[in-house]
Nanobody, 127 residues
């Protein structure tokens, strides 16, 4: 089983960009579908983006299309989330998650599917 560590969060102004990284330690990263979720204070955790373990298929929450991009580099055991034009309401703790799967092209967009989680990285967007 992998362990996950996020980085790249911080405090930025509205309209800025950030790139989050999630490094996986352990074996067989390329057998895990990956995803990003976020949780704002007082809110439930919500889906942000997912990518299949082969990297060919990605999926973003509808409200994020055109501004966010998810990708992975299996050679570096790393998942990325590029976030552009950030908004204050996107202030949250961002988590990466992993799900072991045999299906190279499948992604998952519900948190119940994932059984490995990172500690999260705080993103604060000021107005």
């Amino acid at each position: 089983q992998v362990q996950l560590q996020e980085s790249g969060g911080g405090v930025v102004q509205a309209g800025a960009s950030l790139r989050l990284s999630c490094v996986a330690s352990g074996r067989a990263f390329n057998s895990y579908a990956m995803a990003w979720f976020r949780q704002a204070p007082g809110n439930d955790r919500e889906f942000v983006a997912a990518v299949s373990w082969g990297g060919s298929n990605t999926y973003l929450a509808d409200s994020l299309k055109g501004r966010f991009t998810v990708s992975r580099d299996n050679a570096k055991n790393t998942l990325y989330l590029q976030m552009n034009s950030l908004k204050p309401e996107e202030t949250a703790v961002y988590y990466c998650a992993a799900k072991r799967t045999y299906y190279a092209s499948t992604y998952y967009d519900t948190e119940e599917e994932y059984d490995v989680w990172g500690q999260g990285t705080q993103v604060t967007v000021s107005s």
